[in-house]
Each structure stands twice: as C-alpha cells, then as structure tokens.
C-alpha cells in the first residue's frame, strides 16, 4: 500500500466525517490538508484539525467565489482571524483569483486582487506557502505571487497554458493533479508536462468528478490521481507515490515520516 497525502480537500463540507477518513487511511492516506475558503469555514476546518491531530492539517484562506457579500469591513474580519490562527495554519489557502463570468459578476477583477494582495501579505509575512486557485486567471496569479515575493505556492487543479506552467515551474511553484486528471484533456496536458519533482495530488473533494458516470469525491479517491498521474508519465506508482508525498511533506513542513 503506497504512503499519500491528499494536499487539497473541502473536508468542512463533508458529512460523518469518522467513516470517510478511516476509509482515507484504509486506502493509504497518511495526511490531509483540509483547506478553508471562508469565515466559518475556516472555525470548521481548524475544529476538525483539532478532532484529527497529526492527520488533518488545516489552511486558512478566501476562496474568491466568498467576495460575492464582503464589503472592506467583512473582509478584514476574515484576515484578522486568519492572521490570529496562523500558527495553526501550515498553509494559506484556498486563496487565488477566478475570472469566470459567473463569478465576475458578483466580485470584480480589482476587488480579487485586493483581496489576494492582501492575503499573499499574510503568507509572506508568516513564511507560509499558498494554495492557489487561478480559473482563467492564471497569468495575473502568477504575476500576484512574484509580485508578493512569494517563494511557495502550488497552483491547484491547473488547466492553464502550457506557456504560464513553464512560468510556474520556472519560479519554484507546484501544480497539483485532481481525479480529472483521468479525463480532462487540459489537466492532463499539464500534469503531462509538470515535473514529477513538482507535483503534488489532491481530491479537491467534495467535488464531483467523471464524464458518463458522475461520483462525489473524497480523500481515498487521491489513488484515482496515482494511477492516472502514472499513466500520463509512464512512470510506476511506487515512484509517483513516493515523490508526490514528499513533496507535499516539504512544502507543508510537515512533521511526517513516511
């Protein structure tokens, strides 16, 4: 059984947690990285970081798609609770930009920068890496980041183009690799092209995944990411197992033997 880390999961948005981290370990999962994205979820997750010591392992963050109702004052309450919790935090996250339409419309370019200006601030500040969500943002991500002096961040689920990965991985960032690496053409091009060396697998779950058959992710299904990520590179599982897991062990400065 392979040693795993899920580097990206909602758990806060999870039901009956108990089961569905002892299948997680069952399946290998020796960690998890339970990322906010708002005010509560943020209590949330630090409360189950609590409930699972060594196991789950909480980041703090401002998903953008959270910007939709925060004026300047409910925007500063959110990063001075996660500045108040940093030293809990082994990472900032989920944080980033998103340029979707849908999103646009409920928070303006300006007003996500603003935000993640500020909240690159904080991960400088504190010396912590950021995880970064750039849905058809992914230039201006990167550019946030340089900007910022951010020396660790992993750009999640990326399905940019291959000319801003070259970019990432040229200033020292990640990209992580969900379960649609099995099937989504884009994530799989740059997975393809990602080094092994900076790479990290995540769920992302509860996310639902697949073309015909639609499933509601969770922690175990990061060995979906194994199995595809070492078909995609030709590579065995043993060796993407044992990278993936310590590169996310580095990043995070996790206390793991693994």
């Known amino acids: ?47 189950i970081s609590r409930r699972y010591p060594n196991y789950v392992y909480p980041a703090l963050g401002l998903h953008p798609w959270g910007l939709a109702n925060l004026g ?10 996660i500045k108040q919790n940093i030293a809990s935090a082994v990472a900032l996250g989920e944080i980033g930009l998103d340029y979707d339409n849908r999103v646009l419309k409920v928070a303006s370019k300006e007003y996500q920068k603003v935000a993640l200006v500020k909240l690159l601030d904080i991960a400088r500040e504190y010396s912590r890496p950021a995880i970064i969500h750039s849905r058809y943002a992914w230039r201006d991500s990167l550019q946030a980041l340089q900007d910022a002096g951010i020396e660790r961040a992993v750009f999640h689920w990326f399905t940019g183009f291959s000319g801003v990965l070259k ?92």
Do not use: W
């Open 1 to 47: 059984m392979y040693k795993l880390i899920d580097t990206h999961a909602h758990l806060d948005e999870l039901d009956d947690l108990g089961p569905i981290l002892k299948e997680a370990r069952e399946a290998g999962v020796i960690a998890t990285i339970a990322v906010g994205s708002s005010l509560q979820s943020n209590m949330k997750t630090l409360e």
């Open 72 to 81: 300047p004052a409910e925007l500063d309450e959110n990063l001075q609770f």
């Open 167 to 258: 970019d990432i991985i040229a200033g020292g960032y990640l990209v992580s690799a969900t379960p649609a690496s099995e099937y989504h053409e884009e994530h799989r091009r740059a997975i393809s092209e990602a080094p092994l060396q900076r790479l990290l697998l995540e769920t992302d779950c509860p996310v639902s995944y697949g073309r015909k058959t639609r499933y509601e992710s969770r922690p175990a299904d990061v060995l979906r990411d194994l199995k595809a990520v070492s078909q995609l590179k030709g590579v065995d599982e043993a060796t993407i197992a044992a990278q993936t897991t310590k590169n996310a062990v580095d990043f995070f400065s996790l206390d793991i033997a693994f």
